[in-house]
T-cell receptor, first 117, second 114 residues
Framework: AQKVTQAQTEISVVEKEDVTLDCVYE???????LFWYKQPPSGELVFLIR??????QNEISGRYSWNFQKSTSSFNFTITASQVVDSAVYFC??????????????FGQGTTLQVKP | SAVISQKPSRDICQRGTSLTIQCQVD?????MFWYRQQPGQSLTLIAT?????????ESGFVIDKFPISRPNLTFSTLTVSNMSPEDSSIYLC???????????FGPGTRLTVL
């Protein structure tokens, strides 16, 4: 069965601190994709990154970086020098084949990040 | 990425009534999906909206409760029927180009059932 676990329910940091959001996944598929989405208080879901199971290179985009390790089934997300605007709920997700063989996103429970000024 | 809009953005409804939510995309897309996010919870896929045919529902969701239409490649509707307070959620549509493609989400419809 496919599953995504985000063990951290809530994290609170002070602005400019670095913070890492953990994500552990389970799947029997050899081909899969992992995602991170951000959901600010307004409610929309914003796509951040997509990573396939064959590419374990870490990725950096500005203050954001992602560490993908197949050996530990983890896909962690680090925000460097956090800002108040980073306050949101962050979801890690795994895509697998759904009932109609179409993409079905399996979401973790989400981590609420609060960045205080 | 495509621009996705949803109507209404929010609504407050009475128990036993139905609400139809619209999802409009500014370009043709292959895949359209409907997700539910209950208060304080994660997102769960309700169904895949198939153009010109019946939607494909995930376990726990049925057509009588959540009828879906997709008349063309840019538009879909989700109806929440015979609502109860347990249906209070955010309903989001998403679009994608293929099975493994990134899904982009609409702004969501925040539904409260009294």
């Amino acid at each position: 069965a496919q599953k995504v676990t985000q063990a951290q329910t809530e994290i609170s940091v002070v602005e400019k601190e670095d913070v890492t959001l953990d994500c552990v996944y389970e799947t029997r598929d050899t081909t899969y994709y992992l995602f991170w989405y951000k959901q600010p208080p307004s409610g929309e879901l914003v796509f951040l990154i997509r990573r396939n199971s064959f590419d374990e290179q870490n990725e950096i985009s500005g203050r954001y970086s992602w560490n993908f390790q197949k050996s530990t089934s983890s896909f962690n997300f680090t925000i460097t020098a956090s800002q108040v605007v980073d306050s949101a709920v962050y979801f890690c997700a795994l895509i697998c084949r759904g009932s109609s063989n179409t993409g079905k996103l399996i979401f973790g429970q989400g981590t609420t990040l609060q960045v205080k000024p | 990425s495509a621009v996705i809009s949803q109507k209404p953005s929010r609504d407050i409804c009475q128990r036993g009534t139905s609400l139809t939510i619209q999802c409009q995309v500014d370009s043709q897309v292959t895949m359209m999906f409907w997700y539910r996010q209950q208060p304080g919870q994660s997102l769960t896929l309700i169904a895949t909206a198939n153009q010109g045919s019946e939607a494909t529902y995930e376990s726990g969701f049925v057509i009588d409760k959540f009828p879906i239409s997709r008349p063309n490649l840019t538009f879909s509707t989700l109806t929440v029927s015979n609502m109860s307070p347990e249906d209070s959620s955010i309903y989001l549509c998403s679009v994608g180009g293929g099975v493994w493609d990134t899904q982009y989400f609409g702004p969501g419809t925040r539904l409260t059932v009294l």
